[in-house]
Structure formats: C-alpha cells, structure tokens
C-alpha cells in the first residue's frame, strides 16, 4: 500500500467525497474559529460553499451549456447534504458534541438544523 502525499487534490476535491469533505471542514473551522454566533449561518454557509465548489467543478467541461450549469446546481445540492449527512452523523448520539459546546461558547462540531 502506497501512502498518498498529499490529503486533497484537484481531482479529490471535485469528487463527491470530496467536496463535501471541503465543505463539512470548512464550515466547522469557520463555526470554530467565530465560535456560537456563527451557529446560526452554519447551513448557509455550507450550501453556498458546496454550490460554488460544484460550478468549480464545471471549469473542466469542455463545451458548456445551460445544462452544465444547471447539473452543477443540483450537484451543489447532493455535495451539501452529503455534508449535511456526515455532519449528523458525528454530531448526533450521545449529545456530548453539539451540546457541550453550546455551553462552552465554541465547539468544532455544532448541529447545523435544530
């Protein structure tokens, strides 16, 4: 087994995993780092960012149309609740993350939907 070099690459990132990977640490670093205020912008921030990184993505289409633009929209859409998904994931059970860090004032992981 060969150990990659490097975590992300321009083809990882324009993956489904990807992407929404970028997106979910994305938006955590940023709720972290402007701590409960920023809890509230958490999904906007993320569907802006996974619609932007799929029109990104158009970049490597060759001849584009109105339905390149339009399928990239929708795979902003999936790329978003797939970050949606790994975040309910890691913030979900026993209540340790999300709400520890509503006492706190600041948490890396914080429920994106009440």
């Known amino acids: 087994m060969t150990v990659p070099e490097e975590l ?10 990807g992407s929404a990977t970028a997106v979910w640490i ?10 409960n205020a920023f809890n509230p912008a958490r999904k906007w921030v993320a569907i802006v960012t ?10 490597v289409v060759q001849d584009r149309d109105g339905m ?12 978003f609740l797939t970050a949606v998904g790994e975040n ?4 979900a059970g026993s209540g340790g993350g999300a709400a ?11 429920r994106w939907f009440d």
């Open 8 to 17: 992300f690459t321009p083809e990882s990132l324009l993956s489904l995993a």
């Open 26 to 35: 994305f938006t955590n670093v940023l709720g972290y780092l402007i701590g």
């Open 50 to 59: 996974s619609i932007a990184l799929a029109f990104i993505g158009t970049r």
């Open 68 to 79: 390149t633009y339009l399928v990239a929209f929708f795979n902003g859409l999936v790329i």
């Open 88 to 91: 309910t994931v890691l913030t």
């Open 100 to 110: 520890l860090n509503q006492d706190r004032g600041r948490g890396f992981l914080a």
